[in-house]
């Protein structure tokens, strides 16, 4: 295999007299064309640092003030090169020289800066295998017709296979460069347009390099050597990985990676002792209803599906029976392996003869040995423009399982106007214009004038937003670390509706047509609020301007005693279904084991909230889970003083729920207990507890809760607090107990 040559690329920036000419406006001022080939030489540098990081890069400025090169002193004046005059792969530091252009402004020679280009190329390079680019950003000044110099350096660009590109910014008129391109092949333009679409992309270029190569199998004895290539894939953002900032502060010369490493560790989630489950005791297992069935990686090995690498014809079908919306992956083309003449021959005759008789070819593919068979339908397309070949676009077909059936209610028949408005409303949006062209063809005696077509929107133009934002983002931030994300601003603009097609919807008045055809109107969801007693509690609180409320004098719409529920319906089962009905309403339902609540030690907090929120067979399970973690908080308490920040954990755990739930003696009993608490690790855990404000439950976070904001203060605060409220209090059978409200809510 050939050693693959190497890329360089050498950026030479007019920043003379004539580029400081303004040539449009911007947010910060006028724009010159200085700025716009520093723009787009910035772009090039992002690109290559990026998505080809080990593309070489040199970038030099003519036209400057100064002078810093290694032929100043042979009279090359006006050319400084950046970044100390290295040529070399992109890094942070190429992006800063950018940031710091040199003062220009003074008259500039495109020759003295090819001179010095190709003098660092050549000494970069000497004998090693490079594919050398020089890109020119300048206008038509700064080259003089019949320049000897400029001659030369155009014959060590064909001595050395150095190409140039010269890009004219701002300028309708080539001008001297234009007998330049034309005498040799290693010059050619490029348009201001399509490099800065070509820097502007955010993707890695890739190469017409095949996925796979194989046999079309068509028969017994016919077979035709084929290979598929990546016709479009899917471009997503890359992965961000973890970091130890701890590691990257370190010296560099202490310092040995900043990865983060990940172990992972398994436990049984029942197990109170929380002990790690060993390699060899783990096993993996497919769900069959609500039981678990074990496989082994023997029995794995023996289930899989074997077959060798193949594309094997099944057989063909009409094309109007394959559609788009039947692709389940990206689209891929097969076509003749490259160099073999008569599978070339073979596949044109095939593809020929397919799209006269409107075939598409149903065929079995497997891309490797033993991969999963795939369905496809090869589609043929014949050569386009170009150099562009026929070939087959592969589709991949779904199976019956991977078919979804959506059933959906019979809308009502349009009617002719319906139809009418509709069409207009596609017609204004369409985003193909036609407008007549000068081409002129003579068809017999009558000539018809051609129609070229273009389209407004198209998606090969199109960038992606959500990349291009984020690229900008991360270069910035690496330049500057305090950097802030910015706005979405221009990037959206590439996925907005078109101008002229707003112009039509606008001058058709389709909204307004559209509205009144159809009577559009907006339906609103109702939403159900389930209503609790501590909002019945403090409205009425706040209403009767009371501390306590008697809820015996609450009555709360919609809301039924469940055992008048219960009577209610039994009474109506009685009577409609007779002798029977009474029979069966006489038996008892079946009666259900009780769960078995359990809160680990190794996953308390999850293992809580998942028991409150248990509601199955209409069982509470928030008593026995709110028992449980108390009983673990406590064991991580007196268990070592490590463990206190998960019992810390455990505890603001255990008060969000029970202030979920309405829990509030529960909770506020058990933070009395840990207050008074008479071992020393107990103590210790209560300041933890005082210093994140864990403490009791208030009657503003419960309506049911009798402790007022300002005990919850004293209690956090060790504080003996006494009731301003105490002696003009009214007896106690005039109020109820915290005790009796639960019980009553209950």
Partial sequence: MAWRAKDMTFILLDVGRTMQDAVASGEHGKVTKADMALRITRNLVQQKLLFNPKHEVGIAFFGTVGTCNALQADGYER???ACDGKVDVPDIDTLRCLSAVPAGG?????????????DLIIKRTRDQKYQKTIRVLTDSNSIASGDQDLLECVRQFEVTGTKLAVTLVATAVPGPWTPIVQASPQVEFTPLE?????????????????????HLVIGPELSIPVAVYTHTTRVSFPTLKKRSKLAAAMPKEHQRTDNVVVERTYHLADDPDGEEVKQEDRIKGHKYGSSIVPMSEYDEAALMYTCERTLTALGFAPADSVGPESSMRQVEAVAADKGDARA???????????LDERRVLIARYSFRKNAPPKMVALIPRGAGRGDRMSCLDMQYLPFTEDIREWTCASLPEPTAKHRDVVSAL?????????????????????????ENTDELLQPEDTHNPALTRFYRFLTQRAVDPAAKVPNPGAELRNVERPARVLER????????????????????KQVKTKRFWREAIAEKRKAWDLEEVDTKRIK????????????EEKVKDEGSQGLHGAIGAGMAAPVEPLPRVHIGSVHPERDFERWLAHRAGGIDTAVQAIEQMRDVIERLIE??????????????TLRRGCVREGEVLAFNDFVRRLRFGETKRRAQFWERAREASLGLVTDAEVATSTVSTEEARAFLANEVYVSPQKASAPPAAATLSEMDLEAMIE
């Fill in 79 to 81: 050319v400084v090169v």
């Fill in 426 to 450: 596609v017609d204004a949006m369409n985003l193909e214009t036609a407008h007549v062209g000068s081409t002129t063809h003579q068809a017999g005696a009558a000539g018809a004038t051609l």
């Fill in 505 to 524: 919807l606008r001058t058709a008045g389709l909204t307004n047509l559209l509205k009144g055809t159809f009577g559009l109107h907006k339906v609103e």
């Fill in 639 to 652: 268990e070592d003083v490590d463990l206190h920040p998960k019992a810390l954990s455990c505890l603001n």
């Fill in 556 to 567: 709360v719409e919609g809301w039924v005693k469940k055992s008048e529920k219960e009577e």
């Fill in 194 to 214: 399509a490099l800065a679409r070509s820097c502007s992309l955010c993707v890695k270029p890739v190469e017409q390099r095949a996925k796979v190569r194989l």
């Fill in 344 to 354: 070339y021959c073979a596949m044109e005759s095939l593809i020929e003869a397919m």
């Fill in 106 to 118: 003074e008259e500039s020679d495109a020759v003295n800066g090819l001179i010095v280009a190709l």
